[in-house]
């Protein structure tokens, strides 16, 4: 087997590992969460937001490590002109395939976080709504949960204009690694680890959110997500 095509694949394995590890532990956060707000995981049809929102981030991650894992690269390199290019397909249809999927479970649980905890909320925006949902609970803007989300947002908008960052430059640093965003650039991260980093952080900040006193009180039926279909479909 060619050297760049092992060496290729080692390192989608344990892009893979890393799959599997957020995997683990959004199955563990579920069971926590199911045991805290007393769902009935058994049965099928369950609404609350609580729990969804970690249930569609979790279909998305094991989507992409199952697809990584068993795709036939051979057959895949046949098909590209060289590996570096199959590289391109692997990232952007496997790897970034979560943040989409992050993205509107977020956007819809902070909406119906923010209507249980007042009747009159109506601001459904992505970043208002994380705004809102961090000042609700007093929760600090200036640390790596509250720019977790800014991230995922421009990551997000960008994907879908062809990978290009339309508005002003912008960057964070999450756990000591940088997140640029230049008006007008194509998304280039130094490692597709940047995504695995957001991930986590995203989903530890979600956790402290579930647990939070306030967020507890709130009475099941009103923590009804607002679409029938899965998310990650949306």
């Given at each position: 087997?060619?050297e760049?095509?092992?060496?290729?694949?080692?390192?989608?394995?344990?892009?893979?590992?890393k799959?599997?590890?957020?995997?683990?532990?959004?199955?563990y956060?579920?069971?926590?969460?199911?045991?805290?707000?007393?769902?009935d995981t058994?049965?099928?049809?369950?609404?609350?937001v609580r729990?969804?929102?970690?249930?569609h981030?979790?279909?998305?991650?094991k989507?992409?490590?199952?697809?990584?894992k068993?795709?036939d690269?051979?057959?895949m390199?046949?098909e590209?002109?060289?590996?570096?290019?199959?590289?391109?397909?692997?990232?952007?249809?496997?790897?970034?395939?979560?943040?989409?999927?992050f993205y509107?479970a977020i956007?819809?649980?902070f909406f119906?976080?923010?209507?249980?905890?007042d009747?009159e909320?109506?601001?459904?925006k992505?970043y208002q709504?994380?705004?809102?949902?961090?000042t609700?609970?007093?929760?600090p803007?200036?640390?790596?949960?509250?720019?977790?989300?800014?991230?995922?947002?421009?990551?997000?908008?960008?994907?879908?204009?062809?990978w290009?960052h339309?508005?002003?430059n912008?960057?964070?640093?999450?756990?000591?690694?940088e997140?640029?965003?230049?008006?007008?650039?194509?998304i280039?991260?130094?490692?597709?680890d940047h995504?695995?980093?957001?991930m986590?952080?995203?989903?530890?900040?979600?956790?402290?959110?579930?647990?939070?006193?306030?967020?507890?009180?709130l009475?099941s039926?009103?923590c009804?997500?607002?679409f029938a279909q899965?998310?990650?479909?949306k």
């Open positions: 087997m060619d760049d095509m092992i060496a290729y694949k080692k390192g989608i394995t344990a892009y893979v590992d799959f599997d590890k957020l995997e683990k532990k959004i199955y956060i579920r069971q926590e969460i199911s045991s805290m707000y007393r769902i058994t049965k099928e049809g369950i609404k609350d729990y969804l929102v970690f249930d981030m979790f279909a998305s991650i989507h992409s490590r199952l697809l990584l068993f795709t690269y051979d057959c390199l046949r590209c002109d060289s590996i570096p290019n199959m590289g391109e397909i692997i990232v952007k249809r496997l790897i970034y395939y979560p943040i989409p999927c509107h956007e819809n649980c119906k976080l923010l209507k249980a905890l009747k909320y109506a601001n459904d992505y709504l994380v705004e809102n949902i961090f609700k609970l007093s929760m803007k200036d640390g790596d949960a509250y720019k977790s989300y800014e991230v995922l947002g421009c990551l997000r908008n960008s994907m879908h204009n062809n290009v339309e508005k002003q912008k960057g964070h640093t999450i756990k000591n690694v997140f640029p965003f230049s008006k007008g650039g194509h280039a991260f130094k490692s597709e995504i695995f980093i957001l986590d952080t995203i989903i530890e900040s979600l956790l402290t959110i579930m647990r939070h006193s306030e967020i507890q009180k009475k039926e009103d009804h997500e607002r899965s998310l990650d479909q």
